[in-house]
């Protein structure tokens, strides 16, 4: 397909369906990489080029940049079918493919300087709020290392996490996300990790560089809904909480995962008898169970997910406002989806006996991403479940990236 053909394909809004069917379609390729985005350390630039041409980065994408607007349920569905081929591609996506989201809801002038020249141009981040912040004529200086940027490697701007010191004594901090291009930070390759090895989630230096205020968005802007950006992106999906967005982004991938790491499961029980007991897996009882324990409860989670998403579109929809009570339960379930997917393969991968200790297992690659997945800080369910558990006894609910 030509340059301008294919620009075009980019902004003809596909159906739901198409999508979602595209991503299943790259699962066997996906499959087949994976060895090589270990072992390269991030995801292969033919896998990022196709899914910029599939237009899965444009599902979150603001209506006026060629994006689509769709439901975010399409986004979450197109991230699990990607999940099943490679968990770090699937990781990847859902957290770049998340940044269009929130460039959506910062100022206008920071769209049009990340997107006017090239709409295609990818967004990595890391939220850690580690950087040095000082404020200056028109903006801010920054500096900092940060960790984990997935996906940088492939990316032309970064989103920074820092605090900005109050500006008076006892006032409270302004936390704030930083938009930064390229030329203004150095990536640091000290990706080298267990599992999610395939994220090239890189640490990024800042030295003294200088932000504009408008490329920066605050946290309570997310929080209340009221974000600079909605007053030109006025679709629906701009009115949602920005935390319930992200933290999705870093917890679906782990269902998909699952799901893919059942089938793999299968594969091995249907083949597999033990050379000690001369008794064939699938006809074992307890690898039976596990099985459907492992399907039931992949089901709930992604049952869980549409019912949250469905209706929290149906209460914006409706002129309504999400209740902070109902965004701490679902920001819970979001936070233990990842450690309950690692439980499930766990009992999988035991029933495998031998097989499953190989590194070449099909099942265990994805049992180590989904073991990493749980150390990402929005994958903790005590930092939610606490607030959440006091919540229920009456006492005031003081969680914000909610």
Not at 58 to 73: F, I
Not at 304 to 325: P, Q, V
Not at 348 to 358: D, H, K, N, T
């Amino acid at each position: 397909m030509g340059a301008s053909a294919s620009k075009i394909a980019r902004h003809v809004t596909p159906d739901a369906a198409t999508l979602i069917a595209r991503a299943r379609a790259m699962i066997p390729a996906l499959k087949a990489r994976a060895a090589q985005a270990e072992a390269d350390r991030k995801v292969p630039a033919e896998t990022i080029a196709e899914m910029k041409e599939a237009g899965f980065f444009n599902v979150l994408k603001p209506r006026r940049w060629g994006g689509y607007e769709m439901d975010p349920q399409v986004f979450y569905e197109v991230q699990m079918a990607l999940a099943e081929g490679c968990m770090s591609t699937a990781w990847v996506y859902g957290v770049v493919g998340v940044h269009p989201f929130e460039l959506g809801l910062f100022p206008l002038k920071a769209q049009e300087d990340v997107w006017s020249k090239d709409d295609t141009v990818l967004m990595s981040s890391s939220y850690q709020p580690v950087g040095k912040v000082e404020r200056v004529d028109g903006g801010f200086r920054l500096s900092g290392q940060w960790g984990f940027s997935s996906g940088s490697d492939h990316c032309q701007w970064v989103l920074l996490g820092s605090m900005i010191p109050p500006t008076e004594p006892g006032g409270p901090p302004d936390m704030r996300t930083f938009l930064l291009p390229r030329s203004d930070y150095k990536i640091i390759d000290n990706w080298h990790t267990f599992g999610l090895k395939g994220t090239g989630s890189q640490g990024i230096l800042v030295e003294n560089a200088f932000v504009p205020e408008h490329r920066t968005h605050k946290a309570i802007d997310g929080f209340l809904c009221k974000n600079p950006g909605q007053e030109v992106n006025d679709g629906d999906i701009f009115k949602l909480p920005w935390a319930q967005v992200f933290v999705r982004a870093v917890s679906t991938a782990s269902i998909g995962a699952a799901q893919g790491a059942l089938a793999a499961y299968l594969d091995i029980a249907a083949k597999r008898v033990s050379t000690n007991t001369g008794k064939a897996t699938k006809a074992d009882p307890f690898a039976q169970m596990a099985a459907a324990k492992a399907q039931v409860e992949i089901n709930e989670m992604r049952t869980t997910l549409t019912h949250n998403f469905a209706a929290m579109m149906a209460t914006i929809r409706s002129g309504g406002t999400i209740s902070l009570h109902d965004r701490l339960m679902y920001r819970f379930q979001s936070s233990a989806v990842s450690s309950r997917c690692a439980e499930i393969i766990d009992q999988l991968v035991v029933l495998l006996g031998g097989r499953a200790i190989y590194l070449d297992s099909p099942i265990i690659r994805t049992w180590l991403d989904l073991n990493a997945a749980r150390a990402h800080v929005a994958n903790t369910p005590s930092l939610v479940g606490v607030p959440l558990g006091a919540s229920y006894m009456g006492e005031e609910i003081r969680e914000f990236f909610i």
